[in-house]
């Protein structure tokens, strides 16, 4: 069974070829490989790479964002509670469930 290759030896290897192709241009002609062939690899290369550079910037914005998210979480979960206990000093057990609070005493 192969082991899946990481996304970065995958564009390695795919400029190793392109450059060997380009390299030996008339020695892979006799086996087939074109011009074009050789070509539409280097770009398709160069479209991954962009592509991953997206993908990755995406990653660090969805972590900063979600971070913020937790922050503002935090910051609202606490006021929550601070009126809730509030509400529950003031207001008789009868109108909780009017603020939510579900709890008995």
């Known amino acids: 069974m192969a082991v899946k290759k990481s996304f970065a030896q995958f564009l390695s290897d795919t400029r190793l070829m392109t450059e060997g192709c ?16 050789v070509a539409k690899l280097e ?6 790479a962009d592509l991953d ?9 969805l972590k900063s964002i979600t971070a913020k998210l937790t ?4 910051a609202q979960e606490k006021l929550l509670n601070e009126m809730r206990r509030r509400v529950k000093v003031g207001i008789a057990p ?3 469930r009017e603020f939510g609070i579900t709890a008995r005493r």
């Open 22 to 37: 380009n390299a030996h241009l008339d020695e892979v002609k006799a086996v087939g490989i074109t011009e074009s062939m």
């Open 43 to 48: 770009e398709k290369s160069k479209v991954l």
């Open 53 to 61: 550079t997206q993908q990755e910037k995406l990653k660090a914005d």
């Open 71 to 74: 922050t503002e979480l935090t």
């Open 94 to 96: 009868e109108q909780w």
